[in-house]
């Protein structure tokens, strides 16, 4: 049987739960079934090194990738064309100091025209993340069958809704990660309601079960007797990451032995760790950075705490279950749709107080982390099975 063609646009795999899920999807599909091209702006990034063998990877074409170059790096439009860092510079102004679209949206709107269409036909074309991706596979790509991701909840994201309506009604997909999420994009864009899909990020139990047991190597990451906390995720304002520093001053304050972990890294992280040594924290609480392989340290940890103000869907979250730890998390609008309260983990109020107090009352009672434990054990296979509806999605 001869393969379906599919494009996979993605962008960038440095690091994020969006660029994950891409990877994840990639090991569990077919490739008995799909011949698979993965279009990216920069072949570097955390993950890169994670894609797997048979996937064609191919570099965005000029000048679509200007997109993801900033005017500062002259070497590349030098490399060029001249012309197009000028565009740059205007354009990038121009996209920033309008007040209707996204910035994103408002680039996409100004370079459209100037970007040809990818000269190839695919059976599938698959975006990896709301924004750019999408646009370029509606706009530029000829394929049968066009899936477009949004990886957040979309009232949270501050896309304008006129701009992104044609564009879903385009699609052959809108796939987003949780019912929630799904149940936001189809009040918002009823007419494409129909072709509006929950599918579940695809979570490899098998692969993060291997990659946990590998030896951790890592002067940076401190264990205690005490209660060992991990949080995963970009520094950035959605992750809140302030609440945590809070959180832990609480804790210190309480007299608990405790290490928190953060791994990730992002644009607020020199704030964040200057707030850690305001409140004196800095020993109990560590920015370790990126690391490719978070489930090492997520197996040594007793708990998974996110702080955020809102999620898609938290894919740190679904692998800390496959791996049997306990999550607390604060209670953004999605929440619920990964974590059942008491049952696979802790939901509570979004203050540090509330955060604080959900952490020592599931080191303390036993029975309850006992139960939260039990609970998971159905967790640890993963999701594989949810490939199957992607392949709906695909036409399959």
Request: aromatic share 10%; charged share 25%; hydrophobic share 35%.
């Amino acid at each position: 049987m001869e393969k379906k063609k599919m494009l996979v646009v993605q962008g960038a795999l440095k690091a994020g739960g969006a660029e994950k899920a891409t990877i994840s999807f990639l090991w569990t599909l077919s490739h008995d079934k799909y011949e698979v091209d993965l279009m990216l702006f920069s072949r570097k990034g955390l993950f890169y090194s994670q894609v797997p063998g048979y996937v064609n990877i191919i570099d965005a074409p000029y000048p679509f990738s200007c997109l993801a170059h900033k005017p500062q790096d002259w070497k590349f439009y030098i490399k060029h064309s001249p012309v197009n860092w000028v565009k740059k510079m205007i354009r990038t102004y121009k996209a920033r100091h309008q007040h209707k679209m996204h910035v994103i949206q408002a680039l996409w709107k100004l370079w459209r025209d100037d970007i040809p269409m990818l000269d190839k036909d695919y059976d599938v074309a698959y975006g990896g993340q709301e924004g750019i991706t999408n646009y370029y596979i509606i706009d530029k790509v000829k394929a049968r069958r066009k899936i477009l991701w949004i990886h957040n909840d979309y009232e949270k994201l501050g896309y304008e809704e006129e701009f992104d309506r044609p564009y879903f009604c385009r699609a052959s997909v809108v796939a987003t990660m949780s019912p929630t999420a799904r149940d936001i994009l189809k009040r918002h864009f009823p007419e494409s309601g129909d072709h509006i899909w929950f599918l579940e990020n695809i979570t490899n139990g098998e692969m993060i079960r291997k990659m946990a047991t590998e030896k951790i190597n890592d002067n940076e990451f401190k264990l205690t007797e005490g209660i060992n906390l991990i949080s995963v995720g970009r520094l950035s304002s959605p992750k809140n990451f302030e609440r945590a520093i809070h959180t832990a001053s609480i804790l210190q304050r309480r007299g608990l032995v405790f290490h928190w972990t953060i791994i990730g890294d992002g644009p607020l992280r020199n704030n964040l760790e200057t707030l850690t040594k305001h409140l004196g924290v800095e020993d109990v609480l560590s920015f370790i950075g990126l690391r490719p392989n978070p489930y090492q340290y997520m197996s040594k940890s007793d708990m998974l705490v996110v702080t955020s103000d809102f999620e898609g869907r938290s894919i740190a979250i679904d692998e800390a279950q496959v791996l049997g730890i306990p999550v607390i998390t604060t209670n953004y609008p999605t929440a619920k749709d990964a974590i059942v309260d008491g049952q696979t983990g802790l939901i509570c109020e979004s203050s540090p107080e509330a955060v604080a107090d959900s952490i020592i009352r599931l080191h303390t009672d036993k029975k309850l982390y006992a139960q939260i434990r039990k609970g998971l054990e159905c967790k640890k296979c993963g999701n594989v099975k949810e490939i199957k509806k992607y392949y709906l999605a695909f036409g399959d």
